[in-house]
């Protein structure tokens, strides 16, 4: 079984920042990759940032330049850096990884979600 956990939500004015952090644990053998995604109400789930195994990382561009994504490998900890925030930020955000079990095959594990609201 793995876990993921998300959190650091919260409210904040736009212009503020805030942090956000997700750790997966379980029987984990290698998380491949870790990835941000958010949820707006009425809209699709979308793609936030990621973060692959190799260092690499990709965010989307209406990110670019405010949210930084973060990774230990070592920990199967990621964290979400997100500054200069904007009312069109809010949403919930969840994690979701892509985990090699041991034994047990490879999975897209998720998390349940964390709620960022940003006020005008």
């Known amino acids: 079984q793995v876990r993921i956990v998300e959190s650091g939500g919260g409210l904040v004015q736009s212009g503020g920042s805030l942090s956000l952090s997700c750790a997966a644990s379980?029987?984990?053998?290698?998380?491949?990759?870790m990835a941000w995604h958010r949820q707006a109400p009425g809209n699709e789930r979308e793609l936030v940032a990621r973060s692959n195994y190799d260092g690499t990382s990709n965010c989307a561009d209406s990110v670019k330049g405010r949210f930084t994504i973060s990774r230990d490998n070592a920990n199967n900890t990621m964290h979400l850096q997100m500054n200069s925030l904007r009312p069109e930020d809010t949403a919930v955000y969840y994690c979701s990884a892509i985990i090699r079990m041991v034994r047990l095959g490879t999975h897209d594990c998720w998390g349940q979600g964390t709620q960022v609201t940003v006020s005008s």
């Open positions: 379980g029987s984990i053998f290698r998380t491949i990759a």
